[in-house]
């Protein structure tokens, strides 16, 4: 039986021991055979050895194991490392890239937009410049329109007045010769009744000239 056996056995033995004892009341303690601990223990002690330098063995491969698995790291953190710093200097080569290429874009949109500035200020100076002359042209232009304006006001009320005066003038002709037209219309219409009148009058003694006749001739009687 080997030692490994023996110490499986031995501790065993211990356990079933401690299990048997006798617990004491109120505690948690165990009441043991003292004699039968000290000899497991001891037999323990001297199948120890064997044991240790198994564990010893296990230990250092557990120790080469971690060592290696150190260097791995190491190794991986060392290439890591690298392609970092290999990314970093990319990433500095290309931001270096765009800064230059930001830089080189501003300097030509701020020309250009320089540029554009003056020529908005160059036009609107020539624009103020152009209406400046122009305002002068319309103030002279309001000032003649304004002499017009009078002198057509003035035409106007001339020519009103001429109108009005002409326009009575007609109807003093007019009331004249419309009393005239009454006038004539009138008379000639009362010697038109006079002369009918005197038509009338001689027919009407005409007829009854005719009636007397008449009455002669049918009653001749009468007139013996």
Wanted: with cysteine.
């Amino acid at each position: 039986m080997n030692e490994e056996t023996n110490i499986y056995k031995l501790l065993d033995r211990l356990d079933e021991e401690i299990t048997n004892g006798k617990k004491v009341a109120l505690t948690g303690r165990v009441l043991v055979d003292g004699d039968v601990i000290s000899d497991c223990v001891t037999d323990i002690r001297m199948n120890l050895p064997d044991i240790i330098k198994k564990a010893s063995q296990i230990a250092a491969e557990r120790n080469k194991i971690i060592g290696q698995a150190k260097e791995d790291a190491s190794s991986g953190l060392a290439r890591a490392k690298e392609k970092c710093e290999q990314m970093l200097a990319e990433a500095n080569e290309i931001a270096t890239k765009a800064t230059t290429d930001a830089k080189n874009d501003a300097t030509e949109l701020i020309a250009k937009a320089s540029e554009k500035a003056q020529t908005i200020v160059d036009e609107a100076e020539e624009k103020a410049h152009f209406l400046i002359s122009e305002s002068e042209v319309v103030r002279a232009s309001e000032e003649y329109a304004e002499q017009v304006k009078q002198k057509a006001e003035a035409d106007a009320a001339a020519l009103i007045d001429a109108a009005k005066r002409k326009a009575d003038e007609m109807m003093s002709h007019a009331s004249a010769w419309s009393e005239d037209i009454r006038t004539k219309t009138t008379t000639y219409i009362e010697q038109l009744m006079k002369s009918t009148d005197e038509v009338l009058v001689k027919n009407i003694n005409d007829v009854r000239k005719l009636r007397n006749s008449f009455q002669a001739i049918a009653h001749p009687e009468g007139n013996e």
